[in-house]
């Protein structure tokens, strides 16, 4: 048990990237990216053809950095400049990255076993391996918090917010959004990259769904750990990742459950259902013990009233 727990933080600080560039578009811009499912498997198919032909896996995971901005550039640019919906746009992209992607591998995938990656050194130390994962995605973590409050970054939130107002301000709003879509799949293709190198392979359909897991990161960390100022929002980005590894591990050892590893897409999909209900669920409740008090008062005051 204790295992599968820290391999779950484990996965869950890695995923934790993908999380916080899902944040970028789903709740900064505010823009369906789906994206996402095809820029994560372009940053593990660069990391790992680099990889093999012998290149530093530093310099290969910072290619498939480079990758992911370059994909999500070209969705912003389709999105701004071709004047197409943002979601047929994210789509588009990301059937156009399948075939790109199985341009780069040359086959359906690379196997990574035997080739030095970032994680050799530290394979075999738990403690140490979940140690600098967390270094990382604070790191980055901290980074996007700077950025956001830079004036690039203050616009890029606007942009999310009002973009005609930002507009009517003088931003260039298209410029704006190209960049946090950009940045968004960058921190994408950075995940798909680490996550390559941690499981020895990269496969042409390894992205399939992360869009999901992306928001159902965000949602949940956002449930729990709230999101009223971006510090708070990024952190709970981070943390919602790791607690939906923590969940998705217990849920597949609950014998009682009876699941299996073909299930994770459906215990993905129940856990954002749940995560989308419960804050619903909870500000019906709410309203509906306002209206039972304020009727409550108000009976109060007439019968006051008629006696009077």
């Excluded at 609950?254 to 804050?279: F, N, R, S």
Aim: hydrophobic content about 55%.
């Amino acid at each position: 048990m204790l295992d599968s727990i820290y391999g779950a933080i484990q996965l869950g600080l890695m995923y934790a990237l993908m999380a916080l560039g899902v944040y970028i578009t789903f709740r900064i811009l505010d823009f369906p990216d789906l994206t996402v499912d095809g820029s994560f498997t372009t940053g593990g198919a660069i990391a790992a053809v680099m990889i093999t032909h012998g290149y530093h896996p530093l310099l290969a995971t910072l290619g498939a950095l480079v990758g992911g901005l370059l994909a999500g550039a070209c969705t912003g640019l389709l999105h701004t400049k071709g004047r197409i919906n943002g979601l047929l746009s994210g789509i588009l992209m990301m059937i156009a990255l399948y075939s790109i992607n199985m341009r780069i591998m040359g086959k359906p995938n690379i196997s990574l076993i035997g080739e030095d990656t970032l994680f050799s050194s530290i394979a075999s130390k738990t403690l140490v391996y979940i140690l600098v994962l967390l270094v990382v995605a604070v790191v980055f973590k901290l980074l996007l918090d700077g950025f956001l409050h830079t004036d690039l970054g203050l616009a890029l939130r606007a942009t999310g917010d009002n973009d005609r107002m930002i507009r009517s301000l003088g931003a260039n709003t298209d410029r704006t959004k190209i960049i946090g879509i950009s940045l968004s799949n960058g921190l994408v293709a950075l995940s798909g990259a680490l996550i390559a190198q941690d499981g020895g392979f990269a496969d042409i359909n390894m992205g399939i769904g992360m869009i999901v897991i992306g928001l159902a990161s965000v949602i949940i960390g956002e449930a729990i750990f709230g999101a009223r100022i971006v510090f708070q929002a990024t952190l709970a980005a981070l943390l919602g990742s790791v607690v939906y590894r923590i969940v998705i591990a217990l849920a597949l050892r609950a014998e009682w459950l009876h699941l299996e590893a073909t299930d994770l897409k459906l215990i993905t999909a129940i856990i954002v259902i749940v995560a989308l209900v419960i804050p619903t669920v909870r500000r019906a409740m709410k309203q509906k013990n306002v209206a039972r008090r304020r009727s409550a008062e108000l009976a109060a005051a007439g019968r006051k009233g008629g006696q009077a």
